[in-house]
């Protein structure tokens, strides 16, 4: 027997949170680019005035067709809207053969509604990925609300029921804005997961008092400060333990902003899925808070080329209409070592029930080996997503060159993943290049995660997360105002990232004297090169300096790096006696940690770790 679903809400601006408003042209353009609606908050509806037109072939609002048979067995779609008015609608297929994007009409009707009422408009058929429509008034028309629908087997319907889990650490800003969204438009009466979703607010920091938020289908739980993986991880264990086991568990960061309309259409999505997706995991895309209409990623895989790790597609500019066809074309993309960050990830329990609980890393790669560990395979639809904090200046030392491959080493030799790739060799590069540049306690960061990692599982198990993070950001860099640099006056006017090149004979003199390092005074030059804080690297900058201004021209800050002979020989001693036993020792130690992981995964361990 066929029923009629919901697959996504026609997404209109002004019942969107109100950081939004600046943002029309991911929901609705006019001829202008700026929003043609008038918002009547008596009647709750955009009003569209005589002779004007609007636009939905947007982020929001197109309907990625190519996706949704792909991923379920919906068929036969339609758009739906709660309207008055005499209207007229065209729908489009929106595709591209070449660089331009190409509209192709498929349905041009007008439509009379003299009273409010819904009006079905049937899609034709296409084979192409992507739809959208446009809206033309023929007289004031009131638009109430919007979604697409379409038709699919009741028995493949999917009872689905999600748990939200949201880890915090003072974000109180973020997580009471986020759970008062929750509260008053997806958890309350009337809405679509009333009855199918819960929240667990994992409290890291202990701030929140839980009797100010508890309600029927959401709870604070008072936790220690055992980072993102640990609060996760004591989110899953107490969805695992409610009356009614969810089938999913929704791991989503503090520091976003979130649209309602992404729960929803990750519970629509969800309901629908065929056999050979439901095991999948679902990757909400994140976008940069900053500049709201960039995305960044919405899965990221690991590289074998430089062990870093990054997005699958590049970030796109999602008000642009090709933009949004091009992440159409990404569609069929694959890579080996992908995952899933854990800023937006709704997972299917059957893969904790089947290979256990993350593991014990505090912060950074517990997402990225929990996805390779499960190995589930990827879906992604535009809307579900969420805009992330923290991308001006985000870059932290201690956080990417210690957490980050320290982790690494952990979660390749627990669970067998990413052999193809060296981040040992990566470590070996980036220490020059940070000895160079004369960021000394960059490299010893480097060389830290290395020392850390040998230590083996039981150290792992025994660690303070928290207070390992604090020693090791001590290590920081501690930048201040540009003003500060009188004497340099070139540190707030050069660009950090202007590039200069070196010729061979310089390159040679760079590798072999270690820049300067062991080259007399004399023959450096005093004044500095203004150089880039973060990854950044130009050897034609560093090239025989004494000094070098790291900049973060994000926030207008910098750092004096002046050379430092006697350190950096000290950490090339140490970097030898590193190398020499990881070489000698590193496969006995991942051996240990390899028997170590049914016991760091367990629920056991991890209820006597988090002290529950």
Not at 287 to 298: A, P, S
Not at 407 to 424: E, K, L, Y
Request: hydrophobic share 35%; with cysteine.
């Amino acid at each position: 027997m066929k029923q009629i679903v919901k697959l996504q809400n026609v997404v209109l601006q002004m019942n969107q949170d109100a950081n939004f408003l600046m943002y029309p042209e991911l929901m609705t353009k006019g001829s202008d680019k700026q929003t043609p609606f008038i918002y009547d908050p008596e009647k709750g509806c955009h009003i569209l005035r005589q002779y004007t037109a609007a636009d939905f072939i947007t982020y929001y609002n197109c309907l990625q067709t190519g996706r949704w048979t792909t991923y379920t067995d919906a068929a036969n779609f339609a758009l739906n809207l709660v309207v008055k008015g005499r209207f007229a609608v065209e729908i489009y297929e929106v595709y591209k053969n070449s660089s331009s994007t190409n509209y192709n009409l498929v349905l041009n009707k007008v439509y009379d509604a003299p009273e409010k009422q819904t009006v079905k408009i049937d899609i034709p058929h296409t084979g192409k990925k992507l739809v959208g429509f446009k809206l033309s008034s023929l007289s004031d028309t009131e638009l109430y609300s919007g979604w697409y629908s379409a038709e699919i087997d009741s028995e493949s319907i999917r009872d689905v029921k999600i748990s939200l889990v949201t880890t915090t650490f003072k974000k109180q800003e973020y997580i009471k804005r986020n759970i008062a969204m929750l509260k008053s438009q997806v958890l309350c009466e009337g809405s679509d997961l009333k009855g199918h979703l819960f929240v667990h607010v994992i409290d890291n920091e202990r701030a929140l008092n839980p009797e100010d938020f508890d309600c029927e289908d959401l709870k604070i739980y008072p936790n220690p400060n055992v980072g993102g993986a640990g609060g996760f991880t004591r989110g899953m264990i107490e969805a695992m333990e409610l009356p009614e086991k969810p089938t999913h568990v929704l791991l989503m960061d503090d520091d976003v902003m979130i649209a309602a309309e992404s729960l929803m259409r990750t519970y629509y999505l969800l309901r629908l899925l065929k056999d050979e997706y439901s095991r999948c995991f679902l990757s909400g895309a994140m976008f940069d808070y900053d500049i709201r209409e960039k995305q960044y990623e919405d899965v990221g895989y690991v590289h074998k080329g430089d062990a870093s790790y990054g997005p699958l597609k590049p970030s796109l500019d999602m008000k642009l209409i090709s933009s949004v066809v091009n992440n159409e074309n990404y569609f069929d993309i694959e890579k080996e070592n992908s995952y899933a960050g854990w800023w937006y990830c709704c997972i299917p329990v059957v893969h904790i029930e089947e290979r256990g609980l993350p593991l014990p890393v505090f912060v950074r790669g517990d997402d990225v080996e929990f996805s390779l560990r499960n190995n589930p395979g990827f879906i992604t639809l535009n809307g579900i997503c969420i805009w992330h904090v923290g991308f001006a200046g985000k870059f932290n030392a201690a956080m990417e060159l210690y957490q980050v491959h320290r982790n690494s080493f952990i979660i390749r030799a627990v669970s067998g993943i990413c052999t193809d790739v060296d981040f040992f060799a990566r470590i070996k590069t980036m220490f020059w290049k940070e000895i160079t540049r004369f960021a000394y306690n960059n490299a010893e960061l480097l060389l830290d995660s290395i020392e850390d990692f040998m230590k083996g599982p039981e150290w792992l198990v025994k660690l303070d997360g928290e207070q390992s993070l604090k020693e090791h950001a001590a290590k920081n860099e501690k930048l201040v105002p540009l003003e500060t640099f009188e004497q340099y006056p070139n540190a707030k006017k050069d660009d950090p990232y202007e590039y200069k090149r070196l010729s061979l004979w310089s390159k040679a003199w760079y590798v072999l004297t270690i820049n300067g390092h062991l080259l007399p005074g004399f023959m450096l030059r005093n004044f500095p090169s203004v150089i880039a804080y973060d990854w950044f690297f130009v050897p034609g900058k560093n090239f025989r300096r004494k000094h070098l201004i790291a900049v973060n021209s994000n926030d207008g800050t910098g750092y004096l790096r002046t050379i430092n002979r006697k350190r950096c020989f000290a950490l090339i001693k140490r970097y030898r006696k590193v190398v020499k036993n990881y070489k000698k020792n590193h496969e006995k130690v991942e051996k240990q940690y390899r028997e170590y992981a049914s016991k760091m995964t367990s629920t056991e361990f991890w209820k006597g770790y988090l002290g529950i």
